[in-house]
């Protein structure tokens, strides 16, 4: 077992700071005080006395899940220990084996570090490095670090991957992740139907992956129908806004944002600063972040808070609006829940697959003691409607269970599906 590097005293002033950045930054401090010590006093024993460095971060870990909201998170940036969405471009569900519960791999990005070794759709996890996970049990990644990923076939054979994870910048209020390449594909399916797959929206603004997006809805050439893929898409920034633009021609507001918790829907519009459009280069960023930072003084000088409310750029006619697909997973989360509501408020898609997680607040970091991080929820998001979406799964209107046999015989229920949907529009 590895040995702890930091003694009770250390861990104390830890847990302390991890005390009062939640009592001071998580998005609704006010009706979770409380709870919130009852929970420290109860975890504080055992996150104290932990044996070793992974045992202190599990157990504190355990205390954040406490808050039962999304976007938490605690890690040392040296040891930039990560789950496998983060360091491998894949995830898992709880699934079964022929030696019981296994996580099984549902979604591996093309270009992402598990594809590149090997990992299949439907590959049961055995092992990591000779240490056996099953449910509910995670295996973590080290960033910059080469891995020996043990997996089972359907057909109950074994196989064992050398799985390479780079060492990635981390980038400001923001966990370190690897991106797959490319992150936004696409292709025709047919005559006259595209099919665009994005694995995540990099970037708080996301001016790269909004281009990519245009550029590959370009390059796809006149369609009438356009299926488009968000399965394993765990979210990111506001380059999403570029595929919320893509669904309507008009400017039409898709939420607000705002620290801590709107009242309701009336709170959001008087007052807020728009956004309303990706900069096509990082020059863009000047005059938005200008006028962002004055809008934002002239709020604090009067001492209000500043929502954020989101319109969608308006780019015009498309002659598959009105004919769109979007494909999901029990994986597809945050910002993509955001596109999937306002897609469904307006009658802008159709939505195929499985049920959505539920998790849409906005997060940030915060820097403790020792080199260890904290991820908060620091914002919560409405709809235009004035619906809160966090914690509330979003069913689609056509469900199509994920089936890791089906995956392993290189078929995929989902995607044809979607096609069958999309070709009846």
């Not at 591996?108 to 990992?119: F, K, N, S, T």
């Not at 797959?180 to 708080?204: F, L, W």
């Not at 820097?367 to 991820?375: D, S, V």
């Amino acid at each position: 077992m590895q040995q702890s590097s930091l003694n009770e005293s250390q861990r104390g002033e830890i847990l302390e700071a991890i005390t009062k950045t939640v009592t001071k930054k998580f998005y609704d401090p006010q009706s979770t005080h409380e709870d919130w010590d009852a929970a420290v006093r109860k975890h504080r024993s055992g996150i104290l006395s932990a044996s070793s460095d992974e045992e202190f971060e599990a157990r504190v870990a355990g205390l954040l899940t406490e808050l039962k909201s999304s976007h938490m998170g605690f890690y040392h940036s040296g040891l930039a220990r990560c789950t496998s969405k983060m360091a491998l471009c894949a995830v898992y569900s709880a699934g079964s084996s022929e030696d019981g519960p296994r996580w099984v791999f549902q979604d591996v990005h093309e270009g992402g570090p598990a594809a590149d070794a090997g990992i299949r759709v439907g590959d049961a996890l055995i092992a990591v490095d000779g240490r056996s996970f099953r449910p509910p049990d995670h295996p973590l990644f080290a960033m910059g670090s080469t891995v020996t990923i043990e997996v089972a076939t359907i057909d109950g054979r074994h196989r064992t991957h050398r799985v390479s994870i780079p060492l990635v910048k981390v980038k400001r209020n923001q966990l370190p992740k690897v991106e797959p390449n490319p992150i936004v594909s696409a292709r025709r399916v047919g005559e006259s139907t595209g099919y665009m797959r994005i694995a995540s929206y990099p970037g708080e603004i996301g001016i790269d992956v909004a281009n990519d997006i245009s550029r590959a809805l370009q390059n796809l050439g006149p369609i009438d129908r356009l299926v488009i893929d968000l399965r394993g898409n765990s979210g990111g920034g506001i380059g999403v806004l570029r595929v919320m633009s893509l669904l309507t021609p008009y400017k039409l507001v898709v939420g607000n944002f705002s620290n801590g918790r709107l009242k309701s829907s009336s709170d959001a519009p008087n007052g807020s600063f728009v956004l309303n459009q990706i900069p096509a280069t990082k020059r863009g960023l000047i005059p938005l972040a200008f006028r962002f930072f004055t809008h934002l003084l002239a709020r604090k000088l009067t001492g209000k808070k500043m929502p954020i409310t989101v319109v969608t750029e308006g780019p015009g006619y498309q002659p598959f609006h009105g004919k769109v697909v979007i494909l999901v997973d029990r994986h597809t989360a945050s910002a993509n829940e955001m596109l999937i509501a306002f897609a469904r408020e307006h009658k802008l898609a159709r939505i195929v697959g499985e049920a959505t997680p539920g998790r849409v607040l906005g997060g940030s970091k915060f820097k403790l003691p020792y080199g260890y991080w904290l991820a908060l929820p620091v914002g919560s998001y409405r709809t235009r409607g004035g619906d809160s979406i966090e914690g509330k799964p979003i069913p689609p209107d056509v469900e199509v269970p994920f089936d890791a046999r089906e995956a392993q015989e290189g078929r995929d229920p989902q995607l044809e599906a979607a096609l069958r949907v999309v070709s009846q529009l």
